[in-house]
C-alpha cells in the first residue's frame, strides 16, 4: 500500500514526458490554483473552528453527551463511544483525540475501543465537507444533502456497534 | 447551515460566557488563527494534487479514466457535462486508492462545475453524499493510532469497516434516489 501513490505520481510524470506533453507547465498552472481554493475555503474553516472549540470550552459536548447517551444505547451504541458519534460530523482532529482518548482508558483490542475504530473508519466530518465542498459555488441551500450525510454516519455507527460484537 | 451554524455556536458561546467570560474572546480568535493555519497546510496538499492533476489532464489519463468509469458515473450522475464527469471520476479513483486528501480538490472542481443557482442540484447532492458517508476504504489513520495504543491485531477492524462503510454508502445514494429522483 506504501507504494501506491508515490508510484502513481512518478507515472503521471513519466507519461506525461512520453506524449511530449510540457510537464513542468502543466503542474504549475495546476498548483497555481491551490491558493485561490485554500482563500476560498478559510472563512468557512474559520466558522466551524469557532462553533468546535466554544462547544469544547464551554462543556457543551460533555453536557449533551450525557443527554444524548440513552437513545443511542437503544441503538446498541455503548455510552462511551457516544460522545465521538456526536462530534465525528463538526471535527476530524476532535475526535480524533476522542479516539486516542477511548484506547487509553479501555484498550485499543476491548469492544468498545474497536467499536469506536470503525464508528471513526466508516464516518466523515460531515459538516467540514459540506463548508469546504461549497466555498467556491454559490450554494446556500443544500437541502437534503446533510441530513442524508448525517444519517448514513449514524447508520454506519450503529453498524459498527453490531458488527464488532460478531467480528 | 445558517440555522445548525447559529443555533450551536450561539448556545456554546453563551455556555462560555456563562461559565468563564475571559476566554470567550480568546477561544474566537484562536479558531481563526488555527483556520488560518489549516487553510495554509491544505493550500500545500492542494498545490502537489491540482499540479499532479493538471498534468494528467494534458496527457489525456483523466479522459481515459472517466471513460473506464463512464457506466457507473451514468447510473449515478446521469448524462454529465464532460469536464464535470472528469473531475468526477478523478474524485472517484483518489477515493477508492484512499487518497482522501486528493478527493477534495477533485470535488470541488466537479461541483463548481455542477452549481449554477443558489440550491444545490441532485447531481451536486450525491456527489456531496458520497464523499461525506465515508468511502475511504482502508482508514489508515485508525490502524495507526490502534498500533501505537498496543493493540495486538491492529488491522483486524478492516472487515467490520468496510461492511459498515458499504452500508452507509449504499444508504447514502439509496436516499438520493429517494429524495431527488432517477438521474435525468
Redesign the interface.
Known amino acids: 500500500?506504501n507504494y501506491?501513490?508515490p508510484c502513481?505520481?512518478v507515472a503521471?510524470?513519466v507519461?506525461?514526458l512520453?506524449?511530449r506533453?510540457?510537464?513542468y507547465n502543466?503542474?504549475?498552472?495546476?498548483?497555481r490554483?491551490?491558493?485561490d481554493?485554500?482563500?476560498s475555503?478559510?472563512p468557512y474553516?474559520?466558522?466551524?473552528?469557532?462553533?468546535?472549540?466554544?462547544?469544547h470550552?464551554?462543556?457543551?459536548d460533555v453536557y449533551v453527551t450525557q443527554v444524548f447517551a440513552p437513545p443511542f444505547q437503544l441503538l446498541g451504541v455503548p455510552s462511551e463511544v457516544v460522545q465521538l458519534v456526536l462530534l465525528r460530523p463538526f471535527t476530524g482532529s476532535g475526535s480524533?483525540a476522542i479516539?486516542?482518548d477511548v484506547?487509553?482508558k479501555y484498550?485499543?483490542?476491548s469492544y468498545v475501543?474497536?467499536c469506536a475504530?470503525?464508528?471513526?473508519?466508516?464516518?466523515?466530518t460531515?459538516?467540514y465537507?459540506?463548508?469546504?465542498?461549497?466555498?467556491?459555488?454559490?450554494?446556500?441551500?443544500?437541502?437534503?444533502?446533510?441530513p442524508?450525510?448525517l444519517?448514513?454516519?449514524l447508520?454506519?455507527?450503529v453498524?459498527?456497534c453490531a458488527?464488532?460484537k460478531i467480528? | 447551515m445558517n440555522i445548525i451554524w447559529t443555533v450551536i455556536t450561539a448556545a456554546a458561546l453563551a455556555a462560555l460566557t456563562a461559565v468563564d467570560p475571559q476566554n470567550v474572546l480568546s477561544v474566537c480568535l484562536n479558531s481563526c488563527s488555527q483556520a488560518l493555519t489549516y487553510a495554509l497546510g491544505l493550500c500545500a496538499v492542494y498545490c502537489l494534487w491540482l499540479g499532479v492533476f493538471n498534468v494528467a489532464e494534458r496527457c489525456n489519463l483523466v479522459q481515459s479514466l472517466s471513460r473506464l468509469l463512464s457506466r457507473v458515473n451514468k447510473l449515478l450522475y446521469g448524462n454529465l457535462q464532460q469536464t464535470a464527469a472528469d473531475y468526477v471520476s478523478l474524485n472517484m479513483a483518489s477515493n477508492l486508492l484512499g487518497v482522501g486528501n486528493a478527493a477534495t480538490p477533485s470535488a470541488i472542481a466537479a461541483i463548481s462545475q455542477m452549481e449554477r443557482g443558489d440550491k444545490l442540484s441532485r447531481n451536486g447532492a450525491m456527489l456531496f453524499v458520497i464523499n461525506a458517508a465515508g468511502v475511504q476504504l482502508i482508514p489508515t489513520t485508525v490502524i495507526g493510532l490502534r498500533a501505537a495504543a498496543g493493540s495486538a491485531n491492529p488491522s483486524d477492524i478492516l472487515l467490520p469497516n468496510l461492511i459498515a462503510t458499504a452500508l452507509g454508502c449504499a444508504a447514502g445514494i439509496a436516499l438520493v434516489f429517494a429524495a431527488y429522483g432517477r438521474a435525468k
Open positions: 500500500m501506491v501513490v502513481l505520481i503521471v510524470l507519461y506525461g512520453v506524449r506533453v510540457p510537464v502543466a503542474f504549475v498552472d495546476g498548483a490554483k491551490s491558493f481554493l485554500s482563500l475555503i478559510f474553516l474559520a466558522a466551524i473552528f469557532i462553533m468546535v472549540n466554544a462547544l470550552a464551554s462543556g457543551l480524533l479516539l486516542s484506547y487509553a484498550g485499543a483490542d475501543g474497536r475504530s470503525v464508528i471513526m473508519g466508516s464516518s466523515e460531515v459538516f465537507v459540506a463548508s469546504v465542498y461549497f466555498a467556491k459555488t454559490s450554494v446556500r441551500r443544500t437541502g437534503w444533502a446533510i442524508i450525510a444519517f448514513c454516519n447508520l454506519g455507527a453498524a459498527a458488527l464488532c467480528m
